[in-house]
């Protein structure tokens, strides 16, 4: 059974950092290359950022750019996102997802349970 | 980028009814467009994938259609857990969801 388990929300201040991290099992995860999304609470969804299989091909999306970093650790099975200078409009609900594709021709075809992260003094 | 514009933005329907929604992309993306199901407090789940095949395990009352600008998905006949809201993505070029169609009960 494919697995994508989220930890490393929680409540930061504006300005401050944040490491989530996305566990995966039941696929072979360095075959797939895997993208982070988020929602804002009571909005839709936005893609933030994708990763290729050997970390070579990176994309982010403009909101982000500069201050969030996608990272993984094929030996780990796991995918990191390190996010820095956060703002209140970083606050959201963030999913990792494994992608069927490769960018831009990307969908998502397993999600993680999301886990979210609260920017606020 | 492409903008992805869902209608309606909601809807009300009875169980067994026969419900459309519409995604319609700012320019054409061919067939990259997928559909995806959130359940409140839950991930998105991926119904349809390059605008009309089924994902596996994905009951077959879903379908999805069209290409260039203009796309569909129907729930042929609405059973109790379909209610949900639902996003179109493109992937034709960077990545873009729709607003979004909260298919709610009657």
């Known amino acids: 059974e494919v697995q994508l388990v989220q930890s490393g929300g929680g409540l930061v201040q504006p300005g401050g950092s944040l490491r989530l991290s996305c566990g995966t099992s039941?696929?072979?995860?360095?075959?797939?290359?895997m993208n982070w999304v988020r929602q804002a609470p009571g909005k839709g969804l936005e893609w933030i950022s994708y990763i290729s299989t050997d970390s070579t091909t990176i994309y982010y999306a403009d909101s982000v750019k500069g201050r969030l970093t996608i990272s993984r650790d094929n030996a780990k099975n796991s995918l990191y996102l390190q996010m820095n200078s956060l703002t209140a409009e970083d606050t959201a609900v963030y999913f990792c997802?494994?992608?069927?594709?490769?960018?831009?021709?990307?969908?998502?075809?397993?999600w993680g349970q999301g886990t979210l992260v609260s920017v606020s003094s | 980028d492409i903008q992805m514009t869902q209608s309606p933005s909601s809807l009300s329907a009875s169980v067994g009814d026969r419900v459309t929604v519409t995604c319609r992309a700012s320019q054409s993306i061919y067939n990259y467009l997928h559909w995806y199901q959130q359940r409140p407090g839950k991930a998105p789940k991926l119904l349809i994938y390059l605008a009309s095949s089924l994902q596996s395990g994905v009951p077959s009352r879903f379908s999805g259609s069209g290409s260039g600008t203009h796309f569909t998905l129907t729930i042929s006949s609405l059973q109790p857990e379909d209610f949900a809201t639902y996003y179109c993505?493109?992937?034709?070029?960077?990545?873009?969801f729709g607003g979004g169609t909260r298919v709610e009960i009657k």
């Open positions: 993505q493109q992937s034709y070029t960077s990545l873009t």
């Open positions: 997802a494994r992608d069927r594709g490769s960018y831009p021709t990307s969908y998502f075809d397993f």
């Open positions: 039941g696929f072979t995860f360095k075959s797939y290359n």
